[in-house]
């Protein structure tokens, strides 16, 4: 059983070297591949991912979710392990999954940890090891097994926004779910950029709006706009 890593990338180069080092280091034998998903980055992203060890494909279509998506379609390994740009997992993380699924789980993720310390991070952070969807986002990572992801659909492509938290739902709907006890380290720098309780606000907004039926051009305007 192995794991292909799977990193959506678009103007990620000050990331995402460190992530794909980051992500060798602690993946062990148990670590097939890592495929860095580019989704028509300007900047020096494909050469710095590249250079860092990594397989890059190229996505047609922009967006977390369709990267996602066309980078299983790529993968080979028994697990796919999807990973934000700018988180890196926690230690052993590949025999942390191997573990869960050998023990009869189909997917899941890890706990949350931001690199910067707030009250309201820690508190956020702190509620992601308990099995409430409302905290079931990208930044934890997903790991799932390679047949699983298939079987449901994969990602839905027409998902700009909570992409992640939809494909945690339907997963549940069908198959087993871990949440691991280590946690994901991810950055905090949308939080520094826009102030973290704003930010908070407007992820709670956009929350809100999705299962209220808005369209997402509308919600990703929302957060394109912050």
Known sequence: MNLSVIIPAFNEEGEIAE???????????????VIVVDGGSMDATVKNAKEAGAKVVFSSQKGRAAQMNYGAEKAAGDIFYFLHADSKPPQNFANSVCQA??????????????????????VYAWFTRFDIDAFRFGDQSLFIRSNA????????????????????????????????DDAVETSARMYREVGVFKLQLIFLLIYTLYFLGVEQETLANIKSNV
């Open 19 to 33: 992530t794909i080092r980051c992500v060798q280091d602690r993946g062990d034998e148990l670590l097939q591949e």
């Open 101 to 122: 699924v050998e023990s009869g789980y189909d997917a899941g993720c890890f706990r949350l940890t931001f690199d910067q310390n707030h009250v309201l991070l820690d």
């Open 149 to 180: 992801f298939w079987a449901i659909g994969g990602y839905r492509n027409d998902h700009i926004v909570m992409e992640d938290n939809e494909i945690v739902r339907r997963i549940k709907e069908e198959y087993t779910f871990a949440i691991l």
